[in-house]
């Protein structure tokens, strides 16, 4: 089993859709996570960390459940500028900040 | 503030020559980070610095890879006798302690012909 999973996508939304994505991590001693944007050709930003309670920022909501190793983005009102590839990411937390990186969930947001 | 930085940013080579690629952290970071990115794939570890301990090397795909940090800062890559397969992304990133954000540099294309 890969340690961080994604659906690699693409997701085809209309613009103002609401999409989600799912990662699941197989470390359950996992205490940090992430998730961050590329778009084509650029390095990988952070998007927002993952919190415990979950958080918010905007249209992007971030969720974590421990009991099913899974973490989650939503996204409410697609805009065109959203088209990316999003990279869960989670901490391994036996080696010490070495973070690991998902294969990527690929968005493309249409008129 | 300056961010991450990497030079150059393209590189282009034959096989079998050795190539260094650099990375300069955001000052203060104690963690450095390199990764390789091939053509429409994810993000592989290749090498992680943390302060002034020992490199975790797990992620170096052959022996032909090695990576050093001096003084904590400016950290090389060097990849010997270079293959087409090595043709990728390579992108460092620094963050200020352990598991903390990344920050990541705008990478260097190398490809091997």
């Known amino acids: 089993r890969k340690e961080v999973e994604q659906d690699p996508g693409p997701f085809n939304v209309p613009e103002g859709a609401t999409v989600a994505f799912n990662c699941t991590y197989s470390n359950s001693a996992s205490q940090s996570f992430f998730w961050y944007r590329q778009d084509c050709r650029k390095e990988p930003k952070l998007l927002m960390s993952v919190y415990s309670s979950g958080n918010e920022d905007g249209r992007f909501t971030a969720q974590l459940n421990r009991a099913s190793q899974y973490i989650s983005l939503l996204i409410r009102d697609s805009k065109l500028s959203d088209s990316a590839t999003y990279l869960c990411?989670?901490?391994?937390?036996?080696?010490?900040?070495?973070?690991?990186f998902g294969t990527g969930t690929r968005l493309q947001v249409t008129l | 503030g300056a961010g991450v930085s990497q030079s150059p940013s393209n590189k282009v080579t034959e096989k079998g020559k050795d190539v260094e690629l650099r990375c300069d952290p955001i000052?203060?970071?104690?963690?450095l980070y390199w990764y390789r990115q091939s053509l429409g794939q994810g993000l592989e570890f290749l090498i992680y610095f943390q302060g002034n301990s020992a490199p975790d090397k797990s992620g170096l795909p052959s022996d032909r890879f090695s990576a050093e940090r001096t003084g904590g800062s400016v950290s090389t890559l060097t990849i010997q006798r270079t293959q087409q397969e090595d043709s990728a992304v390579y992108l460092c990133?620094?963050?200020?302690?352990?598991?903390?954000?990344?920050?990541f540099g705008p990478g260097t294309r190398l490809l091997v012909l």
């Open positions: 990411v989670v901490n391994g937390a036996g080696t010490a900040s070495k973070l690991t």
């Open positions: 000052s203060g970071h104690t963690a």
């Open positions: 990133a620094s963050s200020l302690e352990r598991g903390e954000t990344q920050y």
